[in-house]
C-alpha cells in the first residue's frame, strides 16, 4: 500500500503502472499480481485504508466529540478530516480528480455510518440546543458534507487550507446549520 500511495502522488493515476508499483515495493510483478490482479485492485484497496484511517482519527476523539461543547465538536470533527487531508493533500487530489470511480461503495457506506454514530452522540449530547430535528439524518449530514468539502478542498482550495479559512468557513456552515438561533 505505502508503494501505491507513493507512485499514485507522485505519477498520478494514469501514469502509474503494476510495474512502477511493484519496483516501488521492492517485489516482483508476480508476487503483486498474485495480491492485486489489477492497478484499479491497488488504488481500490488504498483508497480503503485511507476511508480507514479517516474513520480511526475520528474514533480517537470520540471522546471529545461525545462531551465537549457543539461548537468545539463541530471544530474536533472538521479538524480531524482537514488533518488527514493535509497530510495526503496529493493522494486525496490524485484520488477525488482522478480515480474517484474507484472504492467500494459498501464499505464507504458503513465507515461513514461509524463515523455518523460518533456525531449523532455529539448531538444527542446537545440536543437542547440543536435545530434539527432528526438526528441521525443531521449526523449523516454533517459527515457527508464535511467529508465531501475537505476531498474537494483538496483539489481547489489548499491556499485556503493552509491559512486555516477553510477550516474556520467549514465549521460555521455546519455550526450554523446544527445550532438553534
Given amino acids: 500500500m505505502a508503494a501505491t500511495e507513493k507512485v499514485l502522488t507522485r505519477d498520478g493515476f494514469a501514469r502509474a503502472t503494476t510495474n512502477r508499483i511493484a519496483e516501488?515495493?521492492?517485489?516482483?510483478?508476480?508476487?503483486?499480481?498474485?495480491?492485486?490482479?489489477?492497478?484499479?485492485?491497488?488504488v481500490e484497496a488504498l483508497v480503503h485504508r485511507m476511508w480507514a484511517d479517516e474513520l480511526a482519527m475520528l474514533e480517537s476523539r470520540a471522546a471529545v466529540l461525545a462531551q465537549a461543547p457543539l461548537e468545539d465538536a463541530v471544530r474536533e470533527l472538521v479538524a480531524v478530516f482537514v488533518?488527514?487531508?493535509?497530510?495526503?493533500?496529493?493522494?486525496?487530489r490524485r484520488w477525488y480528480g482522478e480515480a474517484s470511480h474507484l472504492g467500494q461503495l459498501d464499505l464507504g457506506l458503513d465507515l461513514?455510518?461509524?463515523g455518523t454514530h460518533l456525531v449523532r452522540l455529539a448531538l444527542e449530547q446537545n440536543r437542547s440546543r440543536v435545530r434539527p430535528r432528526d438526528l441521525d439524518?443531521?449526523?449523516?449530514?454533517?459527515?457527508?458534507?464535511?467529508?465531501?468539502?475537505?476531498?474537494?478542498?483538496?483539489?481547489?482550495?489548499?491556499?485556503?487550507v493552509e491559512t486555516g479559512e477553510f477550516t474556520d468557513e467549514?465549521?460555521?456552515?455546519?455550526?450554523?446549520?446544527?445550532?438553534?438561533?
Fill in 24 to 42: 516501488a515495493a521492492g517485489v516482483s510483478i508476480g508476487t503483486l499480481y498474485h495480491f492485486f490482479p489489477t492497478k484499479e485492485a491497488l
Fill in 83 to 92: 488533518a488527514e487531508m493535509k497530510r495526503r493533500h496529493v493522494l486525496y
Fill in 112 to 114: 461513514t455510518a461509524r
Fill in 137 to 160: 439524518f443531521a449526523a449523516d449530514f454533517v459527515v457527508k458534507m464535511v467529508l465531501a468539502a475537505v476531498r474537494t478542498a483538496s483539489r481547489d482550495w489548499m491556499k485556503q
Fill in 170 to 181: 467549514l465549521v460555521a456552515m455546519v455550526t450554523r446549520y446544527l445550532l438553534r438561533t
